[in-house]
């Protein structure tokens, strides 16, 4: 599990967007994963995004729900707004405490 975070935080951080689009990031998940997940990312329709609740998940899996989304569920996938890359970084952040 730590190898998991890890890789996933290595990642991430290698892969690390410009500013400006950290910026739109955290834009997109405070506004559209904010629309289910609650605009404090405490929950709402789905789960709570906030570091506790995140700590047991695999961090690859969390980056391909980003990504491809959860078939038969309401969680869309986010692969036309951003990189597999932009979803380990948004993981990494999720998992360490979102930027405001």
Known sequence: MIFALLAVSTVALANEPPPARQKELVHLV???CG???GMTLQGGLGPALLPADLKDKPPEGL???IYYGRPG???PPFRQFLTEAEAA???DK????FPK
């Open 89 to 91: 970084w948004i993981v």
């Open 63 to 65: 980056a391909a729900t």
């Open 94 to 97: 999720l998992m360490h405490e």
């Open 30 to 32: 405070r506004q559209d």
């Open 73 to 75: 569920t309401p969680m």
């Open 35 to 37: 629309s289910c997940h």
